[in-house]
C-alpha cells in the first residue's frame, strides 16, 4: 500500500499525489456502499496497479470535510468579496463563515477589486468581527504580497461569488496558474462560473489551495441539526457575551436581558452580522431533533 493525497476529483477518477507520482485512481466499491466518497484533499492509502494506475483503499481520519464544495482537511477557507460588480451580500459571506466555524476551520476575507471600490462597508464589519481582513487587486497586485505570509504552509479553499474575481486572485498569486476568468453580465452583475470542478493546487509562496465553486454550491447538506444546535458559537464575536445573557437557553434572538443583543444596541457586534444570525436561526429553526442529519 502507498499513502498520497487526491489532488483533483473528476468524473469518477480521483488523482492522487504520493509524493513521487500522480496516480490515476478508482475508489474501491465498498466506500459507495458504506457512503462514504473520497474528497480532494483526503489522505489515502492506494493500491497501485502498475502504468500510473491505482485503487483508493482507505480513507484516512479527516480533520474535516465539506459536502459542497466536496473536500476534505482544510485549514481555512478564503472567502472572496467584493464592493464592486459583483456587490457581495455579506449574509453569503456569513452563511459560510458559520459553516467554517462549525467545522474548525478558519476564515480570511478579501475584498478583491479594491482598485474599483474601497468596500468600506464589508472592511468595517469583517475587521470590527475578528476576521483577518485584507483589500486586494487581482488587477493591481494591491495585497498580495500581505496574503501570502496568511496562506503559506496552509490548505485553503478559496470560495465567494461568482464573478467576484477567485480565479483572477490565484493568477496573480503565481505565475505558473492560468486558470480560466470569467467576465461579468452587465445585465445580471453575475459572473459566469469557471470552475467546473474541484482541484488541489500549490503555490510558489508555499500555500496550497482549493479553488472552488461559488457559494451558491453551500447549500442545504451543511445546514443541519450541528449548526442549529451551536449557532450561536459560530460567531465569534458573539462568545464573550453568550454566557451572559438572564436566562439559560437564550436564543439571542428578541429575549429581555440578552447580552448579546445588548452588545448589539452598544455597536460592539455589528448588526449586520446579527442580521444574518437571524436569517440562518429562521432557516435552521424548521430542524427537528428526529430528523437524520444530511451528510
Not at 510558489?204 to 449548526?227: I, K, Q, R
Request: proline share 4%; with cysteine; hydrophobic share 35%.
Amino acid at each position: 500500500m502507498t499513502q498520497g493525497r487526491i489532488q483533483k476529483a473528476l468524473s469518477g477518477f480521483y488523482y492522487v499525489n504520493t509524493g513521487s507520482e500522480l496516480l490515476t485512481c478508482r475508489a474501491r466499491g465498498k466506500f459507495r456502499k458504506e457512503g462514504v466518497s473520497p474528497l480532494v484533499g483526503d489522505r489515502v492509502e492506494v493500491r497501485e496497479l502498475g502504468g500510473g494506475e491505482g485503487f483508493v483503499e482507505k480513507i484516512l481520519p479527516r480533520r474535516n470535510a465539506f459536502s459542497r464544495p466536496a473536500v476534505a482537511n482544510i485549514d481555512q477557507l478564503v472567502v472572496i468579496a467584493s464592493g464592486a460588480v459583483p456587490r457581495t451580500d455579506p449574509f453569503l459571506i456569513d452563511r459560510v463563515a458559520a459553516i467554517a466555524a462549525l467545522k474548525s476551520c478558519e476564515v480570511i476575507i478579501l475584498l478583491n477589486k479594491s482598485d474599483l471600490d474601497r468596500a468600506d462597508s464589508l472592511y468595517e464589519i469583517y475587521h470590527a468581527a475578528g476576521f483577518p481582513t485584507l483589500r486586494v487587486s487581482a488587477e493591481t497586485g494591491e495585497g498580495l504580497e500581505e496574503l501570502k505570509p496568511l496562506i503559506a504552509g496552509k490548505l485553503s479553499a478559496f470560495t465567494g461569488n461568482s464573478g467576484v474575481g477567485k480565479s483572477s486572485i490565484l493568477n496573480a498569486l503565481d505565475p505558473e496558474f492560468h486558470l480560466q476568468v470569467g467576465e461579468v453580465s452587465d445585465a445580471l452583475g453575475r459572473g459566469r462560473h469557471t470552475t467546473r470542478h474541484v482541484e488541489l493546487y500549490h503555490l510558489a509562496c508555499g500555500a496550497e489551495v482549493v479553488d472552488s465553486p461559488g457559494f451558491s454550491s453551500f447549500e442545504t447538506e451543511e445546514l443541519n441539526l450541528e449548526l442549529k444546535h451551536h449557532l450561536p458559537e459560530t460567531f465569534r464575536e458573539f462568545q464573550p457575551y453568550l454566557d451572559s445573557c438572564r436566562f439559560v437557553g437564550c436564543s439571542h434572538t428578541k429575549e429581555k436581558g440578552c447580552a448579546v443583543l445588548e452588545a448589539v444596541k452598544r455597536g460592539q457586534i455589528q448588526k449586520s452580522r446579527h442580521n444574518s444570525y437571524l436569517r440562518l436561526y429562521e432557516e435552521l429553526k424548521p430542524l427537528k431533533d428526529w430528523q437524520e442529519t444530511k451528510k
